[in-house]
């Protein structure tokens, strides 16, 4: 389970350097201190070349749903259909809504142990996303994820989630906090991932 994957690669890059496009497929593990600003910064820089105004798929356990929306809007335009899977825990679920430029936006919850919930929930999302076209898959926090759930239970979850990315012919990101695990534990993540960038 520790292997890493042959596809699997390490980058040691600056925040500011340029993604490695590879396929038009690709889940891409990133490995980063936390942070929602960062975060927003690496969602641009990902999509930057890709898609103008990409179809949106987020799972956050951290971040309201409406400011992520709120984010998107304002950086890179209202996405066509923006689905966003909220492992918050709150229950707090905003209802669908169309944005007033005409994107859409809905919200759904589960508990964060609650594994099999959400992940009917992200394939949900996912379906309802790839009808919009070309689609941008974040998720904000693995390292939350194994607060949680142990790392068996988490690599199962995970490799269910980039299958998924897979078969939408997503681009992904998963981003992990590197110095919140120890090194077996990043990894055995990594070997999940069709790529692997470090960003200091």
């Known amino acids: 389970m520790g292997a890493r994957s042959a596809g699997a690669r390490v980058d040691d890059e600056e925040p500011t350097a340029s993604v490695d496009r590879g396929p038009s497929s690709k889940a891409e593990l990133v490995l980063t201190p936390p942070g929602p600003d960062r975060r927003t910064m690496l969602k641009q820089q990902a999509v930057t070349g890709y898609v103008d105004h990409p179809t949106v798929v987020e799972f956050t356990y951290d971040t309201d749903p409406v400011a992520l929306h709120e984010r998107w809007r304002a950086d890179a335009g ?22 007033a430029d005409g994107g859409s936006f809905a919200v759904e919850g589960a508990h964060p ?4 919930g959400l992940c009917m929930k992200w394939q949900d999302a996912l379906a309802e996303a790839r009808n919009h076209g070309d689609l941008f898959v974040s998720f904000d926090s693995v390292t939350a994820l194994l607060q949680y759930v142990d790392l068996r239970e988490a690599y199962r979850f995970l490799h269910i989630l980039v299958a998924g990315v897979h078969r939408a012919d997503a681009r992904a990101q998963f981003y992990l906090d ?3 695990h120890d090194e077996q534990t990043v990894s055995t993540v990594q070997g999940l991932f069709d790529a692997v960038r470090r960003i200091g």
């Open 113 to 116: 142990q609650d594994l099999t």
């Open 178 to 180: 590197p110095k919140a």
């Open 78 to 99: 209202s996405p066509p259909c923006h689905m966003v899977v909220d492992a918050s825990g709150t229950g707090e679920v905003p209802g669908p809504r169309v944005a």
